[in-house]
């Protein structure tokens, strides 16, 4: 069955860090862009970053750019958000998508995972 699915959310302050984790199937991992969306109440998805499946290159919001940096590991097909130096205005619910094509558009993502909570106190 094909899916992503997220894990490794947590509370976290200001400053911190935390590292999340999206295990994908293995036709996914292969063949599809694998991203990073976040949604705080209130607000709209926000585009993260995303890793292509075929050269690893990696893409990022201006917001979260030397920050956050997004990895794969081919063997595990899993892909991880390393987030360093975290801000309160980081707190959301992270969820990891995949699509065939590498874009910061959440329309474009054809497999969601269910999400993680991610909170940065002061």
């Known amino acids: 069955q094909a899916q992503v699915v997220e894990s490794g959310g947590g509370s976290v302050q200001a400053g911190g860090s935390l590292r999340l984790t999206c295990a994908a199937s293995?036709?996914?991992?292969?063949?599809?862009?694998i991203a990073w969306f976040r949604q705080a109440p209130g607000t709209e998805r926000e585009f993260v970053g995303v890793?292509?499946?075929?050269?690893?290159?990696?893409l990022y919001s201006d917001s979260v750019k030397g920050r956050f940096t997004i990895s794969r590991d081919n063997a595990k097909t899993t892909v991880y958000l390393q987030m360093n130096s975290l801000k309160p205005e980081d707190t959301a619910i992270y969820y990891c998508?995949?699509?065939?094509?590498?874009?910061?558009?959440?329309?474009?993502?054809?497999?969601w995972g269910q999400g993680t909570q991610v909170t940065v106190s002061p």
């Open positions: 998508a995949a699509s065939p094509k590498v874009t910061a558009f959440y329309t474009e993502y054809e497999y």
């Open positions: 293995g036709r996914i991992f292969s063949n599809y862009a």
């Open positions: 890793i292509d499946w075929k050269f690893g290159v990696d």
